[in-house]
């Protein structure tokens, strides 16, 4: 069995990210990202700290938005509109989940998608679907990066999808339909998911259940990337496949932490750098 070790692609990622950086302060434009962060969401609070610690890292200038839990629909969507104009910002988020009162498909539509990183507008997910992405969704773009990294071929591959959110399953479908899979996505009204996922040579999974993946899931020597932030019965991170009963199943699998998460990040750092290119050349 081999660790898909994302942590450690990513430290290699980080390298040549840095000199595109610096390439880019030479002709006087530094990255921008944003992040508006609503209430005080732990898991969320957690991430939100990696992603700034690593584009400081990096050399991007990061700006961290952060409201109260009551804050207006309108206050959010008027920080939007502000972003949307910012010259210095080339790409933001809004991290979900927002708080009931406010509309999230309203606070999605407000992102101008030439700035939308997370690729979850409807202009970004209509492009990313026809084949011709403004922007690839950090998580999905993240376990594509990791997969090449390791010379994993998805071409003519079956791979299955367990969860169908927008954030994850759904863009990691789009963008591996295009690299020649035959993807099956499944989610919690899927019958006999067991016989499915069971056939799977690559298996996705993003569920948010704990450890919900055991061995009788899983086809001996299958390829199978966890994306689960997951707490187990004693408040330890986990992932949504039990990584102990499945590992010596496996061909390669990703741990968690320092799998898919930090791909994550690097993938949104990689987006933000990409649209200051643009920027840079006019
Ligand atoms: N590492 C990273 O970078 C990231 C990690 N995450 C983590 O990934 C996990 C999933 O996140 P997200 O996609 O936002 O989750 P959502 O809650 O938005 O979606 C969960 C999906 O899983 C399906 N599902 C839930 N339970 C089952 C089940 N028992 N069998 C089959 N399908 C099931 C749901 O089905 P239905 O649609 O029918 O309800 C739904 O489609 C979480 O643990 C989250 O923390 C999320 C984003 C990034
Ligand atoms: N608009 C929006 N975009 C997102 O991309 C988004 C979001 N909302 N809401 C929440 C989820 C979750 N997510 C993670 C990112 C990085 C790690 C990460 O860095 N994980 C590390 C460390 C985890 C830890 O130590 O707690 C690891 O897995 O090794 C995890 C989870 C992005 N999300
Ligand atoms: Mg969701």
Redesign the pocket.
Known sequence: MKLLEGKKVAQALDETMTKRVEELKAKGVTPGLAVILVGDNS?SAVYVRNKKRRAEKLGINFQLIHFEQDVTEKELLTKIDELNHDKNIDGFIVQLPVPDHIDEDKVIEAIDPRKDVDGFTPISVGNLWIGTPLTKP??AS?ILMMLDHYKVDLDGKNVVI????N???KPTAALMLDRNATVTI?????KN?KEITSKADVLVV????AK?IKKDYVKDQAIVVD????RDENGKLCG?VDFDDVSDKVSMITPVPGG??PM?ITALVDQVIELAEGRANG
């Open positions: 898991a950090a998580t993240g367990v969860g169908r959110s954030i994850v399953g499944t989610h919690s009204h899927t998911l993003a569920i948010g259940q919900f994306v689960g932030m997951d949504d898919v998460g994550t």
